[in-house]
């Protein structure tokens, strides 16, 4: 995905977990932030603690989405991924994707990876692996402070 595009329809779930989400429910009011994880990805558990507290954080002015990306067979396992959610608390919706149709939508080849996106629905900001939070934080913290000067 190249910065400007529009958010892809959220279609092609295997499952939800935590509860389902539609494209348009993400879009008008909040910014989004969208990241990809997996059961087999070790920088995926090492980072959930932040991204929890991100979450935590920014509630109410940040809509959060969790995407499970399988990398093997392995990572098929649905009571393995309800499991592994569960032991890293994620409870933001989470998309699995083990057809890996919206891996291909957003083009993603990583995980993890964030994808920030203004309440328009369009992408500001990417970035894959374990560290940067701090870079995260301050683009989402700019597409905030957009939201409020625009208001």
Known sequence: MK??????ELTGAT???????KREDLIGEKPTLIHFWSISCHLCKEAMPQVNEFRD?????LNVIA???PRSED?????????VAEEHGIEQPI???NEHKLTNAFENQYVPAYYVF???GKLRHFQAGGSGMKMLEKRVN???DELEKSE
């Open 3 to 8: 910065l400007r595009e529009q958010m892809p």
């Open 15 to 21: 499952e939800w977990l935590n509860g389902e989400v």
């Open 57 to 61: 954080k920014y509630n109410g002015k």
């Open 67 to 69: 995407v499970h990306m």
């Open 75 to 83: 990572d098929l396992n649905m009571e393995e991924i309800k499991k």
């Open 95 to 97: 998309f699995v994707d």
């Open 118 to 120: 203004d309440k328009e």
């Open 142 to 144: 700019r597409v905030l």
